[in-house]
């Protein structure tokens, strides 16, 4: 079996993914730093491991880790790493945390936060409209990041103060390109961030996640310390993360298949439509970093064996032909079924998929129906993915926005 390394500069994100589903229902990879480990590239063949429990997040379980070749300075330490919280353990364990955050983050609950989700798009609307007629404008910078980061914020009760702290740590966290001798640092300095917020909602709660969490800790749910900053950062990073690209890649998508974006502009097709179909062709996760077989296990014609880690390869699954048919490569928004898993699927499945959804699903039609003009600044082919193998994430969306409302400027 040929192995595939994964570029760390994500130059060819479609290319690599093409190559992925070439190799096979699971291909040997190479992730940046030399480390090996396997990857599921079909729709079927990850639907099955998803719900296997012979695939643990243990990392006790790898055979890397156990021989001492994961150096802590890895790039992608504190993904394959992030200390104890639902998305390293399995069992009672999982559900006992992933309880706390599904009750927070039910459909009926988040549909509650559609005021204010709506009021803060407005905010950025307005800004955007303010901005001097005819210059180009970051898309990403301007709209798609401050939406869900203060979405989320307030959820989880993370004062806007800290907002240029955390995008600075996290730009660190999820790149390849960090330094290794910066990565023990950084790690230690969002564990002392969120130590921070932490001890601050312990001081003076409030109607957030992160008090939740903590008063669940004091009444019988037994949440450890490490286990309240760790949840918190993980909720902060992927409530964000995902939220933003999708936002972004939804708005390239549009604006680079111009029959399709009409048909949504004139209601001939459903923003849904538009939201589900980037998430399979265009997702915004590229690869979740890592799970690990307990024992041999058949996948396809190949065995994943014991003791290697496993990374589901969203980019590549998303355009499964076996799943989706010949038009598997094609944008179409008005495609039916689309039954994609670019939130995962089974009990690991994303708790925050209905909020990422409902940002999105208002953010989209407020922002076109806003700019209708709006069109990219660049050709597509200028725009540039960051260094990030775990998310599809571009550095910037030079977009014109034209005039607001289609009127005279």
Not at 22 to 37: D, F, I, S, T, W
Not at 127 to 136: D, S, T, V, Y
Request: overall charge negative; some cysteine.
């Amino acid at each position: 079996m040929t192995r595939i390394a994964l570029d760390p500069f994500v130059r060819d994100l479609d290319g690599e993914s093409a190559a992925l589903r070439a190799a096979g229902p699971l291909a040997e990879v190479e992730l940046p730093g030399g480390v090996h480990v396997y990857a599921v590239t079909r729709h079927a063949e990850a639907r099955a491991l998803l719900t296997d429990s012979r695939v643990v997040k243990d990392i006790n379980v790898w055979n890397a880790w156990r021989r001492g070749e994961i150096p802590m300075d890895w790039p992608l330490i504190g993904l394959a790493n992030p200390g104890r919280s639902m998305l390293t353990v399995d069992g009672a364990d999982h559900r006992r945390l992933r309880t706390l955050v599904a009750q927070a983050l039910t459909v009926k609950r988040v549909e509650r936060l559609r005021a204010g989700i709506e009021a803060l798009t407005n905010a950025s609307l307005e800004k955007l409209a303010a901005l001097p007629a005819g210059q180009p404008v970051d898309l990403k910078a301007e709209f798609a990041y401050p939406l869900p980061m203060n979405v989320i914020s307030e959820l989880m009760g993370v004062d806007a103060a800290d907002h240029p702290r955390l995008k600075e740590l996290f730009e660190k966290f999820f790149s390849t390109q960090t330094p290794p001798e910066e990565v023990p640092q950084m790690m230690a300095d969002l564990g002392t961030l969120f130590t921070k917020i932490v001890d601050g909602k312990r001081a003076n709660p409030g109607d957030d996640l992160t008090s939740a969490l903590i008063a669940a800790s004091e009444n019988g749910d037994h949440l450890t310390d490490e286990e309240i900053v760790n949840t918190l950062q993980l909720i902060i990073a992927a409530g964000h993360e995902t939220t933003i690209s999708l936002i972004v890649n939804v708005v390239e998508a549009l604006q680079t298949h111009p029959e399709q974006r009409k048909k949504v502009l004139n209601g001939e097709i459903g923003w849904d439509g538009v939201i589900e179909e980037t998430l399979r062709w265009n997702t915004p996760t590229s690869h979740v970093l890592i799970r690990f077989a307990t024992e041999d296990i058949e996948v396809g014609d190949r065995i994943l064996p014991k003791g290697e880690g496993l990374i589901i390869s969203f980019g590549a699954l998303g355009r499964d032909e076996e799943q989706y048919g010949p038009t598997a490569g094609e944008f179409d928004a008005a495609r039916t079924p689309n039954r994609h898993i670019a939130f995962g699927h089974g009990p690991h499945v994303c708790p925050g998929a209905a909020l990422s959804r409902l940002e999105a699903g208002i953010a989209l039609p407020a922002l076109y129906e806003r700019f209708p003009e709006l069109d990219l600044a660049v050709p597509a082919s200028e725009l540039r993915n960051k260094p990030i193998v775990t998310q599809n994430d571009l550095y910037e969306l030079p977009v014109e926005l034209g005039c607001p409302f289609g009127g005279d400027a």
